[in-house]
């Protein structure tokens, strides 16, 4: 079994800074890409940011130049580093990784459980 455990959400005013982890743990041989998305009420989840596994890392436009994915590969653990951040942002962030359980073995999508992001004065 796999779990993703997301953490560092909560209250920000506009032009903080927070810090989402997405702790996986469990059987893994292999992370691979690994995603965030979010979803604001009545909204579409929306792409926000991916790290592939050579290291190449993709934005949503309406994020780029203040959210930076990260990886952490001894820590099985995926970061997104939010700066900048504005009452938009606000929504529930997810976590999406690409793992692979044993040798040989297919590699799987695996979610966080979502963790509230609130922006606002």
């Known amino acids: 079994q796999v779990q993703l455990v997301e953490s560092g959400g909560g209250l920000v005013q506009p032009g903080g800074s927070l810090r989402l982890s997405c702790a996986a743990s469990g059987s893994i041989l292999n992370v691979y890409t690994a995603r965030w998305y979010r979803q604001a009420p009545g909204k579409e989840r929306e792409l926000v940011a991916t790290?592939?596994?050579?290291?190449?890392?993709n934005y949503a436009d309406s994020v780029k130049g203040r959210f930076t994915i990260s990886k952490d590969n001894a820590k099985n653990t995926v970061y997104l580093q939010m700066s900048s951040l504005r009452p938009e942002d606000t929504a529930v962030y997810y976590c999406?990784?690409?793992?692979?359980?044993?040798?040989?073995?297919?590699?799987?999508?695996?979610w966080g459980q979502g963790i509230q992001v609130t922006v606002s004065s």
């Open positions: 999406n990784v690409v793992i692979r359980r044993i040798p040989g073995g297919p590699a799987d999508n695996f």
């Open positions: 790290r592939t596994t050579i290291g190449t890392t």
